[in-house]
C-alpha cells in the first residue's frame, strides 16, 4: 500500500527547498549590484580631497581598531600627489552570502582602478554589511604605473 502523504511531505521539502535557493540567488545578485554602486561612490568621495575623516566614517569596526594615529593621514598625504579623483573605472567583484551557525554572513570583495589627474590608482577592498549598511573591512591603494613606466 502507497502512502501518498510521504509523496506529500517530499514534494513540500523540494519546494522549500527551491525557493531557497531562488531567494539566495536573487538575494546575491541584488547584493552585487548594491556594493557595486557603494564601491564606486565611497572611492570617488573618499579619493576626492583623500580624506581620512570619511574612510573611517566608512570603516567596519575591525579596520578602524587597525588604523592608528598619524599613519592615515601621512599615508593620504603622500596618495595626495596624484590628485582628484576623475573617475573610478573598472570595477571587479561580487558579494557572497554565508549561512553560519551565528546567522547570514554578507560580504564582498573588489577591486577597481581610478583615474586621479596624475596618474592611476587600484583601490582594493574588502567589504562587510553586518546590518542594512556597507562597511569597509579592509582597503589598499596602489599606484599603477602610467604609459611610460613612472608612478
Known amino acids: 500500500m502507497r502512502r501518498p502523504w510521504r509523496v506529500c511531505y ?12 531562488v531567494w ?12 557595486d554602486r557603494f564601491v564606486s561612490e565611497v572611492v570617488a568621495k573618499i579619493t576626492q580631497n583623500w ?7 566608512y570603516a567596519a569596526p575591525a ?14 598625504d603622500r596618495l595626495s600627489r596624484f590628485g582628484a579623483c576623475l573617475a573610478v573605472e573598472k570595477i571587479e567583484g561580487e558579494a557572497t552570502v554565508r549561512f553560519t551557525l551565528s546567522g547570514r554572513e554578507i ?3 573588489y577591486s577597481t582602478v581610478a583615474r586621479y ?12 554589511r553586518p546590518r542594512a549598511d556597507w562597511r569597509i573591512q ?4 596602489d599606484a599603477i604605473a602610467n604609459e611610460a613606466g613612472s608612478v
Do not use: P, Q
Not at 517530499?10 to 535557493?21: K, L
Not at 589627474?117 to 562587510?128: E, I, M, Q
Open 63 to 76: 579596520l578602524k581598531n587597525e588604523i592608528l594615529d598619524g599613519k592615515l593621514r601621512k599615508l593620504f
Open 10 to 21: 517530499f514534494g513540500g521539502f523540494v519546494a522549500v527547498v527551491a525557493w531557497f535557493c
Open 107 to 109: 560580504s564582498a570583495a
Open 117 to 128: 589627474r596624475h596618474g592611476l590608482v587600484r583601490v582594493t577592498l574588502h567589504l562587510v
Open 51 to 57: 580624506d581620512e575623516r570619511l574612510l573611517i566614517d
Open 138 to 141: 579592509y582597503i589598499r591603494i
Open 24 to 35: 539566495i540567488v536573487n538575494d546575491t545578485f541584488g547584493l552585487d549590484r548594491e556594493s
